[in-house]
């Protein structure tokens, strides 16, 4: 997802004025309540307060479900957002606009959750035999610490969950976390994807590379019915393309994990159908079918989707 910033939109429309009666004739801010923003009815939206509020206007017609940043790849949100800079005299945002399409593709719109499934159905078709345990990996992301495009014969007898998923969204056009957010060097530990998302990056330092659809925490605090209603309510909002992160029960960091990437959900309320996720395995990187009771056993569930576009190496 491509996104603008609430304080990269305010920082770009400081010490400019719009007028409220011109901007209604703007086709493209027909669907924005500008008197709204007009906070101290004057007739202008000036000022960090108004400018604020025009933002939360704006961003009523966006579904990124975050107050802090509107989805640019949606049209309508765009438009509206351009209108504003043209009203406002604001070359620098509609500048900052440009830059946000340069960075994630034509039109901004960049990756989406079909990329990232396409991605996992082709390392799983393609390099299935470098993400067994007894298998060397087969590096496709080159902002990883290690090489890129060799037999990494040092990674026999490792896990590699947390390599497919980091692969698999370097692969897609996302960037995907890296410890110490330099972008790059290594992946988080299948436990610990978690942190780069909306809601849990700040607190621990990190920049956003995910939203949290749902989470189901300290599974194993709950009865067996309040384990199987809310495992099945997070998976029922899985869709191709999002990513379910697992953490085992204990204090294991390393290997205390596990990464899946929704290919497919035909799972229904009554339970019938299954997720079907690509992962590292044992043996082999392949595509399973998951249902509520291959969770019950966990700690911590997360269900995330990327929305950091990748900017150069992709």
């Given at each position: 997802?491509?996104?603008?910033?609430?304080?990269?939109?305010?920082?770009?429309?400081?010490?400019?004025?719009?007028?409220?009666?011109?901007?209604?004739?703007d086709t493209d801010l027909a669907g924005v309540n500008l008197d709204k923003a007009d906070l101290n009815h004057d007739g202008k939206i000036a000022g960090a307060a108004e400018t604020d509020q025009?933002?939360?206007?704006?961003?009523?017609?966006?579904?990124?479900?975050?107050?802090?940043?509107?989805?640019?790849?949606?049209?309508?949100?765009?438009?509206?957002?351009?209108?504003?800079?043209?009203?406002?005299?604001?070359?620098?945002?509609?500048?900052?606009?440009?830059?946000?399409?340069?960075?994630?593709?034509?039109?901004?719109?960049?990756?989406?959750?079909?990329?990232?499934?396409?991605?996992?159905?082709?390392?799983?078709?393609?390099?299935?035999?470098?993400?067994?345990?007894?298998?060397?990996?087969f590096n496709l992301d080159p902002k990883h610490a290690l090489p890129a495009n060799v037999r990494l014969g040092g990674l026999k007898g490792r896990w590699k969950c947390n390599l497919f998923a980091?692969?698999?969204?370097?692969?897609?056009?996302?960037?995907?976390?890296?410890?110490?957010?330099?972008?790059?060097?290594?992946?988080?530990?299948?436990?610990?994807?978690?942190?780069?998302?909306?809601?849990?990056?700040?607190?621990?330092?990190?920049?956003?590379?995910?939203?949290?659809?749902?989470?189901?925490?300290?599974?194993?605090?709950?009865?067996?019915?309040?384990?199987?209603?809310?495992?099945?309510?997070?998976?029922?909002?899985?869709?191709?393309?999002?990513?379910?992160?697992?953490?085992?029960?204990?204090?294991?960091?390393?290997?205390?994990?596990?990464?899946?990437?929704?290919?497919?959900?035909?799972?229904?309320?009554?339970?019938?159908?299954a997720v079907k996720c690509a992962q590292a395995s044992h043996g082999q990187a392949e595509v399973q079918d998951e249902k509520v009771f291959d969770f019950t056993g966990e700690e911590h569930i997360?269900?995330?989707?990327?929305?950091?576009?990748?900017?150069?190496?992709?």
């Open positions: 997802m491509s996104s603008i910033k609430r304080p990269d939109f305010n920082r770009h429309l400081q010490n400019t004025s719009i007028d409220v009666n011109k901007a209604k004739q025009l933002f939360l206007e704006i961003d009523k017609m966006d579904r990124d479900g975050s107050y802090q940043s509107m989805d640019v790849g949606n049209d309508k949100v765009k438009s509206a957002i351009l209108a504003a800079a043209d009203q406002a005299g604001a070359p620098g945002l509609k500048a900052h606009m440009a830059r946000i399409e340069q960075m994630t593709g034509t039109g901004g719109t960049g990756p989406t959750n079909t990329d990232v499934a396409k991605a996992a159905d082709d390392l799983v078709s393609n390099y299935a035999q470098n993400y067994g345990v007894d298998d060397p990996w980091g692969n698999v969204m370097a692969k897609a056009g996302f960037e995907p976390p890296y410890y110490g957010n330099r972008g790059s060097g290594e992946y988080p530990n299948a436990n610990q994807f978690f942190k780069w998302s909306d809601k849990y990056a700040g607190q621990y330092g990190n920049k956003e590379h995910f939203k949290l659809k749902a989470e189901v925490l300290n599974v194993d605090q709950m009865s067996s019915d309040e384990k199987k209603t809310a495992i099945m309510e997070l998976l029922k909002k899985a869709e191709p393309g999002d990513f379910i992160f697992v953490d085992h029960r204990g204090a294991d960091v390393s290997d205390g994990g596990h990464c899946r990437v929704v290919t497919e959900n035909t799972l229904d309320d009554q339970g019938n159908g997360w269900l995330m989707k990327a929305t950091k576009p990748r900017v150069g190496n992709s």
